[in-house]
């Protein structure tokens, strides 16, 4: 009688950020991308990089799917924070430009696929405020669906960039990074618009909610909330290019004094 009522309450609870539910999911999500990268690595070669894409990306649109038709059929209709106008919601259009398409549109969109898709996935898995659901725990897991098919789907995004890192289809270069910021402000100047419209919080851009930053916009305005954004994303989007840049950094000072001693 008592460990039924410890359960009960211990059911009750709300999953929390840093909690049991977060950090289970977030190791799960871990070890099921090495495992897929370092799969698809090996056994594809050069040749099937490109259908490897093309999977990944039709496996997302499916679980993006999956969740609208969850929602119709539990609920009879379509909620507003489900259009696809979030930070994370552009992996819909990036992923099958990058897996699809060719030429310079191609070539324009595929650094901000790549990073992105890293950053995007990587936030959410870090600090997953808004996709844990309302149950403390995984089970039962039809309970959990939507948070399950969060966690997929932001899996699948940072696998993509990886398997394209990896893959040598793209090589982040400091070059690109005002390709990418252009493409992010470009979509937050959506969000803003379907925030205007429909009156939701795309990007966190009109109530803030779920945001560690909110206090800012409730403070100080939106003016200083948005001033914010614009910097920690410049700030957010320079570590995908970190590595490389840094890297290439070093080995143009070092250059130099290697020459000198071999001369």
Request: glycine share 8%.
């Amino acid at each position: 009688m008592i460990y039924d009522f410890q359960t009960t309450i211990f059911e009750m609870q709300s999953p929390t950020v840093f909690g049991p539910k977060h950090i289970a999911g977030s190791i799960a999500i871990g070890i099921m991308i090495a495992v897929l990268l370092v799969v698809l690595l090996v056994i594809l070669r050069k040749q099937n990089h490109p259908k490897a894409l093309k999977i990944m990306t039709l496996v997302l649109l499916g679980l993006e799917l999956t969740k609208y038709s969850h929602a119709l059929i539990t609920g009879g209709s379509f909620p507003l924070h489900y259009i696809p106008m979030q930070l994370c919601s552009f992996s819909l259009y990036l992923m099958p430009i990058t897996s699809f398409g060719k030429g310079k549109i191609r070539d324009f969109f595929l650094p901000t696929t790549f990073a992105v898709g890293l950053l995007a996935g990587l936030i959410v898995l870090v600090y997953p405020a808004t996709v844990l659901g309302g149950l403390y725990g995984w089970f039962p897991l039809l309970d959990n669906l939507i948070p399950i098919i969060s966690f997929l789907y932001h899996g699948l995004m940072i696998l993509f960039s990886l398997y394209l890192l990896f893959a040598k289809v793209y090589q982040p270069n400091i070059k690109d990074f005002g390709k990418v910021y252009i493409s992010l402000m470009g979509f937050a100047a959506l969000a803003i618009i379907t925030n205007a419209i429909f009156g939701t919080d795309m990007m966190f851009l009109n109530t803030g909610a779920g945001s560690p930053f909110q206090f800012v916009l409730l403070q100080y305005g939106r003016f200083v909330y948005y001033l914010l954004m614009l910097v920690l994303a410049a700030f957010l989007l320079f570590i995908p290019f970190a590595p490389t840049t840094f890297a290439s950094l070093f080995r143009t000072i070092t250059k130099p004094k290697v020459q000198k001693q071999e001369n």
